[in-house]
């Protein structure tokens, strides 16, 4: 009854929730790329000129003050509502045809039970019931179809450019590893588009992806199976995982520390140091650090995507020394920045080595 998949998202129930979830994306494309870049350009002149002030004043006056500014109003009100209407749409469009969908997940879990393990007994941490996360109804785990409305959602919030994970595949074949590593491991792996990248790239190699999430998780499971890729998924925190110490030789994390509390972040690094092998490496694809004090549109942007999107822990971590942490328990920390090509702007990248 549905309409046709794009790559290995499943098309929506009916042409008409297909055409209106493109019609979202449209608008947030829109927004993006013609709304968003006058917002930077006025929190830009309009921070200069209130950086000389004497003492300069915090990023929260340039924040409010952007908020007369009508570009702005009708940036923040854009980006609000395309991100409610690409959840709504999606989980409308998916609710359709809801028991097909559960089957579906069903009988992955019954053809390859051994790669999916999830905890009956997982407690979820406090921080991820905290608020819906990115205005996602019921975050990533209280809900069965979550694994593919996220899937959709992150479609209309890359506008189209992650169809065929890109993205995801890009960071999987750039990261550091070192000769043929027997076991990878993907944190916060979500629905699993670098883990099957990371299969794909190391097809000898036994693949992990863990997420406190079961919904992204068997979604993920799901996903693989249908891609015909082994690729173990496991219910767990990164920051208290079941693996042996010195037993993974590389670890990716997609946009995961952003959404963390400091210190979940700082459990999450310290597993990584425990279960690395010596020589390997741990690769952090995430948000850039923002001074505290930086008076720009990119700095109010970010206050928008918390304030307005539901984004709680994102400026603790753009504000943290992060790359400290890292050194904390890493000798070998690179932190060039290296703007990777998303729709939403860039992402910094930093790799760290564990001592051999
Ligand atoms: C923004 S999503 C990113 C998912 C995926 N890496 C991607 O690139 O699409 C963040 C993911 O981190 C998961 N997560 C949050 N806290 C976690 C933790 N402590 N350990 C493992 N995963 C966690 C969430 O459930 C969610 O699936």
């Given at each position: ?26 608008l947030r494309g829109f927004n993006l790329g013609t709304m968003v870049p006058k917002l930077v350009q006025s929190g830009n002149a309009i921070g200069a000129a209130m950086g000389k002030a004497e003492p300069p004043p915090s990023v929260h006056a340039l924040f409010h003050r952007l908020g007369d500014v009508p570009v702005a109003q009708m940036t923040r009100r854009m980006m609000r ?276």
């Amino acid at each position: 009854m549905s309409r046709p998949d794009i790559g290995t998202l499943r098309g929506a129930a009916t042409l008409d929730d297909e055409s209106y979830l493109d019609f979202v994306e449209g608008l947030r494309g829109f927004n993006l790329g013609t709304m968003v870049p006058k917002l930077v350009q006025s929190g830009n002149a309009i921070g200069a000129a209130m950086g000389k002030a004497e003492p300069p004043p915090s990023v929260h006056a340039l924040f409010h003050r952007l908020g007369d500014v009508p570009v702005a109003q009708m940036t923040r009100r854009m980006m609000r509502s395309t991100q409610l209407m690409m959840w709504s749409g999606s989980f409308r469009s998916y609710g359709r045809f809801g028991d097909e969908l559960a089957g579906w997940l069903d009988e992955a879990e019954q053809a390859t039970p051994g790669l999916l393990t999830i905890d009956p007994d997982f407690a979820y941490p406090d921080y991820a019931r905290q608020q819906d996360i990115h205005l996602m109804p019921g975050s990533y785990q209280d809900d069965a179809l979550a694994g593919f409305v996220y899937h959709y959602g992150s479609k209309i919030f890359f506008t189209g450019a992650n169809d065929d994970d890109h993205i995801h595949r890009v960071m999987a074949d750039w990261c550091p590893v070192d000769g043929k590593p027997g076991r990878v491991l993907d944190i916060g792996c979500g629905i699993g588009q670098s883990t099957t990248a990371l299969k794909q790239r190391f097809p000898d190699a036994e693949v992990y992806g863990i997420d406190i999430a079961a919904p992204m998780l068997r979604y993920a499971h799901a996903r693989a199976h249908h891609m015909g890729l082994a690729v173990h998924f496991a219910q767990a925190s990164a920051a208290h995982t079941d693996f042996a110490d010195n037993s993974i030789d590389a670890i990716l994390s997609m946009i995961l520390f952003h959404e963390l509390p400091r210190e979940t972040a700082e459990g999450v690094i310290r597993e990584a140091a425990r279960i690395l092998r010596p020589g390997g490496t741990i690769t952090i694809v995430d948000f850039p650090h923002i001074p505290q004090d930086e008076l720009s549109g990119r700095h109010c942007m970010r206050l928008f995507d918390s304030w307005y999107n539901g984004e709680p822990f994102a400026p603790g971590f753009v504000y943290s020394d992060f790359t400290a942490l890292l050194r904390e328990h890493f000798d070998d920390v690179d932190d060039d920045y290296r703007p990777a090509a998303t729709s939403t702007g860039a992402l910094q990248i930093r790799v760290c080595r564990k001592s051999a």
